[in-house]
């Protein structure tokens, strides 16, 4: 009886809590146009990354969005956790070459390793906002999860450019949309300095997949959330062990508790 | 080791003996730790004291093992973060542990700080207990703050350069004393250097504080949920077994939801631009604290003025330092206090309101139900407590602890 | 100092709570040391400290008598290409003569027990106190045995890098390599 208050308390926290969660997530979803709700194969308690779609997401990353978009966080060696052998990885990258100093401290251009990180399309970043009308293309490592509700959005931008002339009178008004700007639904400002990097056909995948556009936004989303936290399925299936052993933890705790308690109650 | 109140204890093995009679280290822990007479009565609520020093002990030791992977330079923070959770074995662990871990500590705290004001433990004899309790507070906020600058994102950054800025409100110094705090004419690479410093170094200034908060609470015990002291060893119970078992019991619950988040959520309570590296040119849209500073922030930002907003910011944790003589009352646990009940429950949905108004830009309504909530937590600490203890009747207090246990059970 | 006494004495039934105490400080003892293995494991070598750990050389380019040095694991490798009067020099030593009896074919083979007489790969650190011995490069002191000289102590190596005089111990170290081509070789 004496405990009620107490719980009362708990329980009014908990309504208010909920309630004003609810209230600002409707002010929030009022503003913007969200991505349409995907499904992702690493969502969940128990989602892994799909490792074929992550291969052919890597095919995208190399022939389309490395032209601008370093992924600096990430080696050559990484691309074996993706189950990818050594031998097949050396032959993704057997063209490639990154700089390095040889003996007598001259730069020069070395074949890649497996041990080096990604090549970056540009030097630095002044090089690379001076090659973009003077705004760097961003590093896509840990891109899925620098944007609220990453995959959705990145999907959801790569697929969500409206052409000039599908625009209406009202969106170009508003905007201030000209004929040579990029207008994409779900970028925030909807102005994007990013041409529609994707094409139906841009890319030939070697497994048969068909090359849409759509598969491949999502192919190359895949590529990026892996990228941005590879230990994923490592984390999870620790949860999992760590959690059952905490309930079991606490269950004998529990019956240690009421048995010591036993003359008190 | 038979021992019972009172008699000093007798160790059989020689070697503990030994050491006991030079350095009484053993003595201590049957004392304060054994055979400890603690409140027959605690419930739940009082777990929250042993499941705050849990998580103190598991934020230094991830803490310990990150720095050694850690390089506090702003050209490498982030990506030494980043290599943290990428190359160092089992390095993603330690920092999911010992992010979620910072939220779930501040959990457990203010928990721990609202069981405190409801069963007015605060109240005397337990008064410098508190304040010791309001400086570990402090103390957590500010080791907080900087871990957050550590990673060097966007919001460490910019998050460093709001709450610095906060002293330049101060008249004259104000200048000075910020130019002081950053080493430099911004947030930069010597602000990093000194932050990380201490933040290694604070949290065993907290240990420090936690020791002479346990020394405290030792001298005349552990308040419990009737507020009433007990009168002899029907009102207590050992502390070894009955609480050790049950603090055991509420840690491992604590640690299920804890392993929830840090396994299976590790980014929700975090925010997406913190991984964007720090850009000093481009601030993000919307700056937002961690959400266990959101209500100050909101308080922060309800004064349309700037040295107001840091006074009332600042005076919102001040006011809790002085608690123990702002309440009037002579009964200590809200239980018997018909009215004041009421309103510790508007007071906590007061604070979670202002938590809501910090995470939202300040536009439209906001401003205003920020103003409001901000008004009534100074009102409810300032006004209402002091005149509520005087005009309050209580209820009658039961005789004693057991003889409220026993009534209890046979109702 | 738990379970010691019998501080809850006369609650339940003793066989059940004994088995319960067991079981519970069985099971908390394994989570402990569950939980204490990460906090150890955090600081072995990274992934990518790990990816360093082996380098590849192309010796093509070395010609006959030439030397080259590359870092591996934060030391200096020395890659010799021998000429015929080295690997005779070598080979021709009596067992008897070294301090560190070792066959010249035993220093020469991979991991894949190929015997290359002409590639030399050591580990270019003098085994009494570390220093980098001379005689890699053109032009530097060979010593008395035409092979490594080490300047730190007058330890003297001979074209099979084994101590011949001098104050160091051992041979200087074979490190694990393999030869993947003829021309490419993989360091650890």
Same mark, same amino acid.
């Given at each position: 009886?004496?405990?009620?208050?107490?719980?009362?308390?708990?329980?009014?926290?908990?309504?208010?809590?909920?309630?004003?969660?609810?209230?600002?997530?409707?002010?929030?979803?009022?503003?913007?146009?969200?991505?349409?709700?995907?499904?992702?194969? $690493?969502?969940?308690?128990?989602?892994?990354?799909?490792?074929?779609?992550?291969?052919?997401?890597?095919?995208?990353?190399? %022939?389309?969005?490395?032209?601008?978009?370093?992924?600096?966080?990430?080696?050559?060696?990484?691309?074996?956790?993706?189950?990818?052998? %050594?031998?097949?990885?050396?032959?993704?990258?057997?063209?490639?070459?990154?700089?390095?100093?040889?003996?007598?401290?001259?730069?020069?251009?070395?074949?890649?390793?497996?041990?080096?990180?990604? @090549?970056?399309? $540009?030097?630095?970043?002044?090089?690379?906002?001076?090659?973009?009308?003077? @705004?760097?293309?961003?590093?896509?490592?840990?891109?899925?999860?620098?944007?609220?509700?990453?995959?959705?959005?990145?999907?959801?931008?790569?697929?969500?450019?409206?052409?000039?002339?599908?625009?209406?009178?009202?969106?170009? @008004?508003?905007?201030?949309?000209?004929?040579?700007?990029? $207008?994409?639904?779900?970028?925030?400002?909807? @102005?994007?300095?990013?041409?529609?990097?994707?094409?139906?056909?841009?890319?030939?995948?070697?497994?048969?997949?068909?090359?849409?556009?759509?598969?491949?936004?999502?192919?190359?989303?895949?590529?990026?959330?892996?990228?941005?936290?590879?230990?994923?399925?490592?984390?999870?299936?620790?949860?999992?062990?760590?959690?059952? $052993?905490?309930?079991?933890?606490?269950?004998?705790?529990?019956?240690?508790?009421?048995?010591?308690?036993?003359?008190?109650? | 080791?038979?021992?019972?109140?009172?008699?000093?204890?007798?160790?059989?093995?020689?070697? &503990?003996?030994? /050491?006991?009679?030079?350095?009484? &280290?053993?003595?201590?822990?049957?004392?304060?730790?054994?055979? =400890?007479?603690?409140?027959?009565?605690?419930?739940?609520?009082?777990?929250?004291?042993?499941?705050?020093?849990?998580?103190?002990? +598991?934020?230094?030791?991830?803490?310990?093992?990150?720095?050694?992977?850690?390089?506090?330079?702003?050209?490498?923070?982030?990506?030494?973060?980043?290599?943290?959770?990428?190359?160092?074995?089992?390095?993603?662990?330690?920092?999911?542990?010992?992010?979620?871990?910072?939220?779930?500590?501040?959990?457990?705290?203010?928990?721990?700080?609202?069981?405190?004001?409801?069963?007015?433990?605060?109240?005397?004899?337990?008064?410098?207990?508190?304040?010791?309790?309001?400086? &570990?507070?402090?103390?957590?906020?500010?080791?907080?703050?900087?871990?957050?600058?550590?990673?060097?994102?966007?919001?460490?950054?910019?998050?460093?350069?709001? /709450?610095?800025?906060?002293?330049?409100?101060?008249?004259?110094?104000?200048?000075?004393?910020?130019?002081?705090?950053?080493?430099?004419?911004?947030?930069?690479?010597?602000?990093?250097?000194?932050?990380?410093? +201490?933040?290694?170094?604070?949290?065993?200034?907290?240990?420090?504080?936690?020791?002479?908060?346990?020394?405290?609470?030792?001298?005349?015990?552990?308040?419990?949920? +009737?507020?009433?002291?007990?009168?002899?060893?029907?009102?207590?119970?050992?502390?070894?077994?009955?609480?050790?078992?049950?603090?055991?019991?509420?840690?491992?619950?604590?640690?299920?939801?804890?392993?929830?988040?840090?396994?299976?959520?590790?980014?929700?309570?975090?925010?997406?631009?913190?991984?964007?590296?720090?850009?000093?040119?481009?601030?993000?849209?919307?700056?937002?604290?961690?959400?266990? =500073?959101?209500?100050?922030?909101?308080?922060?930002?309800? #004064?349309?003025?700037?040295?107001?907003?840091?006074?009332?910011?600042?005076?919102? /944790?001040?006011?809790?330092?002085?608690?123990?003589?702002?309440?009037?009352?002579?009964?200590?646990?809200?239980?018997?206090?018909?009215?004041?009940?009421?309103?510790?429950? #508007?007071?906590?949905?007061? #604070?979670? #309101?202002?938590?809501?108004?910090?995470?939202?830009?300040?536009?439209?309504?906001? &401003?205003?139900?920020?103003?409001?909530?901000? +008004?009534?937590?100074?009102?409810? =600490?300032?006004?209402?407590?002091? /005149?509520?203890?005087?005009?309050?009747?209580?209820?009658?207090?039961?005789?004693?602890?057991?003889?409220?246990?026993?009534?209890?059970?046979?109702? | 100092?738990?379970?010691?006494?019998?501080?809850?004495? !006369?609650?339940?039934?003793?066989?059940?709570?004994?088995?319960?105490?067991?079981?519970?400080?069985?099971?908390?003892?394994?989570?402990?040391?569950? *939980?204490?293995?990460?906090?150890?494991?955090?600081?072995?070598?990274?992934?990518?400290?790990?990816?360093?750990?082996?380098?590849?050389?192309?010796?093509?380019?070395?010609?006959?008598?030439?030397?080259?040095?590359?870092?591996?694991?934060?030391?200096?490798?020395?890659?010799?290409?021998?000429?015929?009067?080295?690997?005779?020099?070598?080979?021709?030593?009596?067992?008897?003569?070294?301090?560190?009896?070792? *066959?010249?074919?035993?220093?020469?083979?991979?991991?894949?027990?190929?015997?290359?007489?002409?590639?030399?790969?050591?580990?270019?650190?003098? *085994?009494?106190?570390?220093?980098?011995?001379?005689?890699?490069?053109?032009?530097?002191?060979?010593?008395?045995?035409?092979?490594?000289?080490?300047?730190?102590? !007058?330890?003297?190596?001979? *074209?099979? !890098?084994?101590?011949?005089?001098?104050?160091?111990?051992?041979?200087?170290?074979?490190?694990?390599?393999?030869?993947?081509?003829?021309?490419?070789?993989?360091? !650890?």
């Amino acid at each position: 009886m004496r405990t009620l208050p107490m719980k009362k308390l708990l329980v009014s926290g908990a309504i208010a809590l909920a309630a004003f969660s609810a209230a600002a997530a409707a002010i929030a979803a009022g503003t913007v146009e969200q991505p349409p709700r995907k499904s992702w194969h $690493f969502e969940g308690p128990f989602g892994t990354y799909d490792r074929a779609a992550a291969q052919r997401g890597y095919q995208v990353y190399a %022939e389309v969005c490395a032209a601008c978009h370093s992924l600096s966080l990430l080696a050559y060696r990484n691309l074996m956790e993706l189950g990818l052998t %050594e031998n097949q990885v050396k032959g993704l990258i057997k063209d490639i070459e990154v700089p390095d100093l040889n003996d007598d401290g001259q730069p020069i251009d070395r074949p890649a390793r497996l041990s080096d990180r990604f @090549k970056k399309p $540009f030097p630095n970043e002044l090089a690379a906002a001076a090659a973009n009308n003077g @705004k760097a293309p961003p590093d896509l490592s840990v891109m899925v999860k620098a944007r609220a509700n990453g995959p959705d959005y990145l999907h959801g931008l790569l697929t969500g450019y409206v052409p000039y002339d599908k625009l209406t009178p009202q969106q170009i @008004k508003e905007y201030a949309v000209t004929k040579d700007d990029n $207008f994409n639904k779900y970028f925030p400002g909807h @102005k994007i300095a990013m041409a529609p990097p994707l094409a139906d056909d841009k890319v030939t995948y070697a497994d048969g997949t068909k090359s849409t556009s759509d598969q491949q936004a999502s192919d190359i989303v895949e590529f990026l959330a892996w990228a941005s936290e590879p230990h994923m399925e490592d984390r999870k299936r620790t949860g999992v062990r760590v959690i059952l $052993f905490l309930l079991a933890m606490a269950g004998f705790m529990y019956a240690i508790k009421r048995m010591v308690w036993s003359d008190k109650h | 080791m038979a021992s019972s109140h009172g008699t000093p204890p007798v160790f059989n093995n020689k070697v &503990i003996s030994w /050491i006991d009679h030079r350095l009484p &280290i053993f003595s201590y822990i049957e004392k304060e730790y054994h055979t =400890f007479p603690t409140p027959r009565n605690f419930n739940y609520f009082w777990n929250f004291g042993a499941i705050a020093t849990v998580m103190l002990v +598991l934020m230094i030791a991830t803490g310990v093992v990150l720095a050694t992977n850690y390089t506090p330079h702003v050209l490498m923070a982030f990506d030494s973060v980043e290599r943290i959770d990428r190359d160092v074995p089992q390095g993603w662990l330690m920092r999911d542990l010992h992010m979620n871990g910072a939220s779930f500590f501040f959990i457990a705290v203010y928990i721990h700080i609202f069981r405190g004001m409801y069963y007015g433990s605060y109240k005397a004899p337990r008064e410098l207990l508190w304040i010791l309790g309001v400086v &570990i507070f402090l103390l957590m906020m500010a080791t907080a703050f900087m871990g957050y600058v550590l990673p060097w994102g966007q919001m460490s950054f910019w998050g460093a350069t709001v /709450i610095t800025n906060l002293f330049s409100a101060i008249p004259v110094v104000g200048d000075s004393i910020v130019t002081w705090l950053w080493g430099g004419f911004s947030v930069d690479n010597p602000t990093l250097n000194r932050f990380f410093a +201490l933040h290694y170094l604070l949290p065993f200034v907290i240990v420090a504080v936690v020791a002479l908060h346990v020394v405290a609470l030792h001298v005349h015990g552990s308040n419990n949920p +009737l507020g009433i002291d007990p009168k002899g060893p029907q009102d207590t119970v050992p502390f070894h077994p009955y609480y050790t078992m049950k603090d055991g019991f509420g840690v491992v619950v604590f640690l299920i939801v804890f392993a929830g988040f840090a396994f299976f959520a590790p980014d929700y309570m975090g925010h997406p631009d913190n991984y964007v590296p720090a850009n000093p040119l481009v601030t993000p849209e919307h700056i937002v604290p961690e959400w266990y =500073f959101l209500p100050y922030y909101a308080i922060l930002r309800a #004064v349309p003025d700037k040295l107001g907003g840091v006074i009332a910011m600042f005076g919102a /944790i001040a006011v809790l330092f002085v608690l123990p003589w702002l309440d009037t009352s002579r009964v200590r646990s809200a239980s018997f206090r018909p009215i004041y009940k009421w309103f510790m429950l #508007v007071l906590v949905v007061d #604070v979670i #309101v202002l938590g809501f108004c910090g995470a939202n830009p300040p536009a439209g309504f906001w &401003i205003p139900l920020s103003q409001v909530a901000t +008004l009534y937590y100074f009102f409810h =600490f300032l006004v209402l407590l002091p /005149i509520l203890g005087k005009i309050e009747r209580p209820l009658p207090l039961p005789p004693s602890i057991a003889d409220a246990v026993l009534k209890n059970k046979a109702g | 100092m738990a379970t010691s006494g019998n501080p809850a004495g !006369g609650h339940g039934d003793p066989t059940r709570r004994d088995f319960l105490m067991v079981a519970t400080g069985a099971l908390g003892g394994v989570g402990i040391a569950a *939980t204490a293995w990460p906090f150890i494991n955090n600081l072995n070598p990274a992934a990518d400290t790990l990816a360093l750990a082996s380098v590849e050389v192309n010796v093509a380019p070395i010609q006959v008598g030439q030397a080259i040095t590359v870092k591996w694991r934060g030391k200096p490798v020395f890659i010799r290409h021998r000429t015929p009067e080295d690997i005779k020099a070598a080979e021709s030593v009596p067992m008897s003569q070294l301090p560190d009896p070792q *066959t010249d074919n035993a220093r020469v083979t991979d991991s894949a027990k190929k015997v290359r007489p002409q590639w030399l790969i050591m580990i270019g650190v003098c *085994t009494h106190l570390g220093c980098v011995p001379l005689g890699n490069r053109p032009g530097q002191d060979k010593g008395p045995f035409d092979g490594w000289y080490c300047p730190c102590h !007058g330890s003297a190596y001979d *074209t099979s !890098g084994r101590i011949r005089q001098g104050p160091a111990p051992t041979n200087l170290v074979i490190p694990e390599y393999l030869f993947l081509s003829d021309a490419l070789v993989r360091i !650890g």
